[in-house]
């Protein structure tokens, strides 16, 4: 069982910046590959970013080059480093997990609240 924990969340202006990690314990961590996912209201949850355990990344079209993924398999953390935010990057943040050797968002955060202004 992994348990993971968000928090970096707030309200930032337009243009401004903010680093959400997670924290995960239980599972091997270093093993696992993690992603980001983010949930605006009245839309579905959509996928940000993921970084493997080989640190291969992939990211959304729309976080391109704004937004960076990174992780500290000593920390049991995965960051998101989000830059140039716009309003439209308002949403819950979720951490999830998809660990070895499932092929599937297996362990979900309760999610971080990101509010951008314009």
């Known amino acids: 069982q992994v348990q993971l924990v968000e928090s970096g969340g707030g309200l930032v202006q337009a243009g401004g910046s903010l680093r959400l990690s997670c924290a995960a314990s239980?599972?091997?961590?270093?093993?696992?590959?993690m992603g980001w996912f983010r949930q605006a209201p009245g839309k579905e949850r959509e996928f940000v970013a993921h970084i493997t355990w080989s640190i291969t990344t992939q990211y959304t079209d729309s976080v391109k080059g704004r937004f960076t993924i990174s992780r500290d398999n000593a920390k049991n953390t995965v960051y998101l480093r989000m830059n140039s935010l716009k309003p439209e990057d308002t949403a819950v943040y979720y951490c999830?997990?998809?660990?070895?050797?499932?092929?599937?968002?297996?362990?979900w955060g309760q999610g971080t609240q990101v509010t951008v202004s314009s």
């Open positions: 999830a997990a998809k660990p070895v050797p499932y092929n599937s968002w297996t362990y």
């Open positions: 239980g599972g091997t961590f270093s093993r696992n590959t």
